[in-house]
T-cell receptor, first 110, second 109 residues
Framework: DAGVTQSPTHLIKTRGQQVTLRCSPK?????VSWYQQALGQGPQFIFQ???????QRGNFPDRFSGHQFPNYSSELNVNALLLGDSALYLC?????????FGQGTRLTVV | GQNIDQPTEMTATEGAIVQINCTYQTSGFNGLFWYQQHAGEAPTFLSYNVLDGLEEKGRFSSFLSRSKGYSYLLLKELQMKDSASYLC??????????WGAGTKLIIKP
């Protein structure tokens, strides 16, 4: 079992650009959540997908959007990047109580 | 609003015991989680409490009091590899995880 995998691991983008991050959940998991973690902070919930629909959303602007595919993998899209979007983006998959995290994508906006 | 409070940083000695506290105020409660996160890595699951009391798992134990909005993580026989951040998270009435900022634990020889 490969666990939760995210790609890419690191990414550098310019302000105003758009970015797509990808996540493959742990085998058997049908729920995917995305988090943003700034340095020295806890993760902040962006949204959660279940059965290809956004089920929950945190306090993030519409520039942040996502998608879940029939195989439960997911994408996070961020448009019109700002310097403040620089962070570690974590994907977590779950089926019941415990959430398993991927290694994250370190996004740097310059 | 919802918030999770935990100390920013703690220091302990190798071989000793340390207790990391977490207090929470959330809209509803559907379980409390503790995760360990080494620098630059993803959080890894340590424990889950949904009922009051102590859950023991090897060197790590976690306690919950729902009436007090309080939990602690107890780490025994500390090892150098336990140096990490420890994150407390509560699942609220919407089943959304609300996270604390984490406690950075420094272990000294």
């Amino acid at each position: 079992d490969a666990g939760v995998t995210q790609s890419p691991t690191h990414l550098i983008k310019t302000r105003g650009q758009q970015v797509t991050l990808r996540c493959s959940p742990k085998s058997g998991h049908d729920t995917v959540s995305w988090y943003q973690q700034a340095l020295g902070q806890g993760p902040q919930f962006i949204f959660q997908y279940y059965e290809e629909e956004e089920r929950q959303r945190g306090n993030f602007p519409d520039r942040f959007s996502g998608h879940q595919f029939p195989n439960y993998s997911s994408e996070l899209n961020v448009n019109a990047l700002l310097l403040g979007d620089s962070a570690l983006y974590l994907c977590a998959s779950s089926r019941s109580a415990e959430a398993f995290f991927g290694q994250g994508t370190r996004l740097t906006v310059v | 609003g919802q918030n999770i409070d935990q100390p920013t940083e703690m220091t302990a000695t190798e071989g000793a015991i340390v207790q990391i506290n977490c207090t929470y105020q959330t809209s509803g409660f559907n379980g409390l989680f503790w995760y360990q996160q080494h620098a630059g890595e993803a959080p890894t699951f340590l424990s889950y409490n949904v009922l009051d009391g102590l859950e023991e798992k090897g060197r790590f134990s976690s306690f919950l009091s729902r009436s007090k909005g309080y939990s602690y993580l107890l780490l025994k026989e500390l090892q150098m590899k336990d140096s990490a951040s420890y994150l407390c998270a509560v699942r609220d009435s919407n089943y959304q995880l609300i996270w604390g900022a984490g406690t950075k634990l420094i272990i000294k020889p």
